[in-house]
């Protein structure tokens, strides 16, 4: 049985960092892609960043709104996925969701492309 574990929420204030956490048990990070969604109180889910594997190599891929602060990556020795967050905003703040496809290696933010979630972790920000 699949089971992701995504951790590593908190409250902290704007321009702190925090480095979110992904596991997974029953599943390998190294063949399968694996992204990140939020979802902020009363909107639906969006994507945040994935890492996944091409012919090319590794890929990675952000939302603009978190370009250049947040940065995905794998640790292949461990089985996790880090999302290290710097310079977070109040609008950071959501609950945060890792997620794994369970047939391609290739990078998406499309939600309904995604087999495998964890069960989120809070990210609160305050200005």
């Known amino acids: 049985q699949v089971r992701f574990l995504d951790s590593g929420g908190g409250s902290v204030q704007a321009g702190d960092s925090l480095r979110l956490s992904c596991a997974a048990s029953g599943w390998n990070f190294r063949y399968y892609a694996v992204g990140w969604f939020r979802q902020a109180p009363g909107k639906g889910r969006e994507f945040v960043a994935a890492?996944?594997?091409?012919?090319?190599?590794?890929?990675?891929m952000y939302a603009d709104s978190v370009k250049g602060r947040f940065t995905i990556s794998r640790d292949l020795a461990k089985n996790t996925v880090e999302l290290q967050m710097n310079s977070l905003a109040p609008e950071d703040t959501a609950a945060y969701y890792c997620?794994?496809?369970?047939?391609?290696?290739?990078?998406?933010?499309?939600?309904?492309?995604?087999?495998?979630w964890g069960l989120g972790t809070q990210v609160s920000v305050s200005s």
């Open positions: 997620a794994g496809r369970s047939t391609s290696g290739e990078v998406s933010n499309i939600e309904s492309k995604y087999t495998y």
């Open positions: 890492t996944g594997w091409s012919s090319s190599g590794d890929t990675t």
